[in-house]
């Protein structure tokens, strides 16, 4: 196997596709993982230039993270790429109990060595700024900064009320974190602001990207500080993007490839945990369009004992399918209707959500014959997907008007999942039309 270009853990599962998107629809195949593989799967995609593995730590606690994410790392750490990415929700939503940043570059140093960890959040592919450190995203067209964005500030589990993500960082760990800028980016003494930010003992640098000129220096930054061994990077898919950009200019790699739509299917199935008013308005524009809606009550799901609730959503899910239709299952419909207060995370409840949810999708598809099917929600994602026999995704169509949220194929043991396409799309990610997109195989129409 050649040496990699890049690796990474995706600290949920809608965010490792971001990146693998990110990277081959810029002509680097990437094959994504969703366990440590064993050799003989890893040698089936031997061919890959870049290699990911799919986690959930976005929605753990630091005592987790301390006992799963030293082998992930090591792992990643065994490939010998050029560069390890710890990846990370591009609105850096997290907190010191629940998905804790700081504490994931803590366990990554250990590993990796105690050099500067490079941190870029900035990706304009997915209206995601950085500016003199502080954080913005777009919402509808809008861009805000992200302790004033209208979904991120209100998060359910991690809402974000600072944007100077140093400042954020530091509830978090007592990692000192350094700056460069989108004006020393700009200035012609680049190299001199980089280098001097990563020498004057900060353990963690923010890169600034606020366009594409910023994007490339940053790329350019990014390859030139990498170290022998592997560089540990933390950041968004906005590292990918960066590094593509600077991987073209040296002639590592060519053209993005062409992809050709798969075309439509006659159904779909959807299951979505996410509260997002994105995935609402989706939703609500799937119902309008041929889908049949069935809403799940989360509580049942989230119990110890939810056999009777699955049977039910099963059985319903199954009659629409049957009558031709495609249905989407949903535990929420918008942030007014979250149930989340009631439901608790030390005993592992809002986890079983995605993994019955994963069972459901499963059986649906298995049952029903159905070649593709698409899972809602960054968390919800990371736990179904897990009880859906997959070992391991490739790229089958990047969606340019819904960047972060391409169409997957699943690689399994078994043959009833095998070769089935999969969209696996984050709370705020997708246009309104995203489900009947995915249905009908295409990237505009």
Excluded at 231 to 259: D, K, M, N, T
Excluded at 411 to 435: R, T
């Amino acid at each position: 196997m050649q040496t990699p270009l890049l690796s990474y853990y995706g600290d949920d599962l809608t965010g490792s596709t971001d990146v693998m998107e990110a990277l081959s629809s810029h002509g680097v195949e990437t094959a994504l993982f969703l366990r440590i593989p064993e050799a003989a799967l890893l040698e089936r995609f031997a061919h890959c230039r870049a290699f990911g593995l799919a986690g959930t730590s976005r929605s753990q606690t630091p005592d987790w993270m301390a006992e799963h994410l030293p082998s992930a790392f090591a792992w990643l750490k065994s490939l010998r790429a050029q560069i390890a990415h710890y990846k990370v929700c591009s609105t850096f939503d997290s907190s010191p109990a629940v998905g804790n940043i700081g504490k994931a570059i803590e366990i990554g140093r250990e590993i990796f060595g105690k050099a500067p960890v490079p941190l870029v959040l900035g990706a304009p592919e997915i209206r995601r700024y950085t500016s003199f450190g502080n954080l913005f995203a777009a919402f509808r067209g809008e861009t805000y900064r992200i302790d004033r964005h209208p979904v991120m500030s209100r998060h359910p589990v991690t809402p974000m009320d600072e944007a100077d993500i140093r400042k954020h960082l530091s509830r978090q760990t007592s990692l000192k974190t350094g700056l460069v800028d989108i004006a020393q980016l700009a200035s012609s003494n680049a190299d001199a602001a980089t280098d001097f930010a990563f020498a004057e003992g900060n353990d963690i640098v923010l890169l600034d990207v606020a366009g594409t000129e910023s994007q490339a220096a940053v790329g350019r930054q990014l390859w030139r500080k990498r170290r022998s061994g592997g560089q540990f990077a933390c950041g968004s898919s906005g590292v990918e993007y960066a590094l593509v950009r600077e991987w073209h200019r040296l002639g590592l790699i060519g053209e993005a490839p062409a992809f050709t739509g798969p075309g439509p299917v006659d159904r779909i199935a959807v299951v979505s945990g996410s509260v997002s008013p994105t995935t609402e308005r989706q939703i609500r524009h799937a119902l309008q369009n041929g889908f049949d809606g069935i809403e799940l009550d989360p509580l049942a799901l989230a119990a110890t004992e939810s056999g009777a609730a699955l049977e039910d959503a099963m059985a319903r899910g199954l009659a629409a399918l049957g009558e031709g239709r495609s249905v989407i299952l949903y535990t929420a419909l918008g942030p007014s209707s979250d149930r989340g207060n009631a439901i608790g995370l030390e005993d592992g409840s809002r986890h079983r959500i995605g993994e019955r949810l994963g069972l459901l999708i499963k059986e649906l598809v298995k049952r029903a014959g159905l070649s593709r099917a698409v899972i809602a929600g960054g968390d919800t994602s990371s736990h179904a997907l897990g009880q859906l026999s997959v070992d391991a995704l490739t790229l089958r169509l990047p969606l340019p008007q819904s960047p972060g949220s391409p169409l997957c194929t699943a690689h399994s043991a078994d043959p009833s999942i095998d070769g089935i396409e999969v969209a696996l799309k984050g709370g705020q990610v997708g246009l309104d039309d995203y489900f009947a997109m995915i249905r009908g195989g295409r990237t505009a129409g």
